[in-house]
């Protein structure tokens, strides 16, 4: 059994699609029912007692300046290369912040903090069942939970892969590994971070699947889903 020492928190991207309401404001930091979105993280990993928190800002980075006055344990690392590189570049510039580690977005909303339990067994992903098709990557795993292989073009009757993960330790160190070669040596920017242990280097991981419900994480990708949660949640219904 391991536990979580630290957070990664990843809040560097533009957030494209709610424009123009991101415009002037970074994605995690719209507002939820009156709260933004990294917010519910942070509470989240206070409410684990997890307090080493890690959160990497890129645009309007100046607008987070705030959270580490807020919430004790809470530090930005600034990732230059935002504008130009996929988030392969955010946790790069984050990745001596490696160990026993969660590493989740800041653009969505945690509704089941238990998600963010500090004990944990092995490296993996959270992960809900579905039965019919989506579009969202798609994990398929073995009887004992590990990971087989992930669709990235979404299917069905598998896990649907969340951005929350847990990583060990000794897991921690060869992702790091990993990263640097594909930063610094074979120059892929234009990767997601997620691609180095699920595809790129997927037999030196073992990854699982780490079982939650579809509405323990409510992600939000456009202004009528935000209009939509927002009604939701003032009637009760999430």
């Not at 392969?88 to 590493?103: H, M, P």
């Not at 500090?118 to 019919?132: D, H, I, M, P, T």
Request: hydrophobic content about 40%; aromatic content about 10%.
């Amino acid at each position: 059994m391991a536990t979580i020492d630290n957070a990664i928190i990843m809040a560097a991207g533009m957030g494209t699609r709610m424009r123009p309401l991101t415009y002037e404001t970074p994605k995690p930091l719209v507002a939820v029912a009156g709260k933004p979105m990294i917010e519910s993280a942070i509470e989240g990993l206070h409410a684990n007692d997890i307090h080493d928190i890690s959160i990497v800002v890129g645009y309007l980075a100046e607008k987070f300046d705030y959270l580490p006055t807020k919430y004790a344990g809470v530090k930005l690392i600034q990732n230059p290369y935002y504008l130009k590189y996929n988030n392969i570049s955010s946790l790069y510039v984050a990745r001596n912040e490696l160990k026993n580690t969660i590493i989740l977005d800041g653009d969505q909303l945690i509704k089941n903090p238990q998600i963010l339990s500090r004990s944990f067994e092995r490296s993996g992903y959270a992960g809900a069942w579905v039965n019919q098709w989506t579009d969202e990557w798609i994990m398929h795993a073995d009887s004992d939970g590990v990971v087989t292989k992930c669709d990235r073009d979404g299917g069905q009757d598998g896990w649907r892969l969340y951005s929350l993960s847990k990583w060990t330790q000794d897991d921690s160190a060869r992702l790091k590994k990993y990263l640097t070669v594909e930063f610094e040596q074979k120059h892929h920017y234009d990767i997601y971070w997620d691609d180095v242990a699920m595809f790129d280097y997927h037999e030196d991981f073992a990854l699982t699947v780490l079982p939650i419900h579809e509405t323990d994480i409510v992600e939000i990708d456009s202004l009528e889903q935000l209009k939509t949660v927002n009604q939701k949640i003032e009637k009760g219904l999430l």
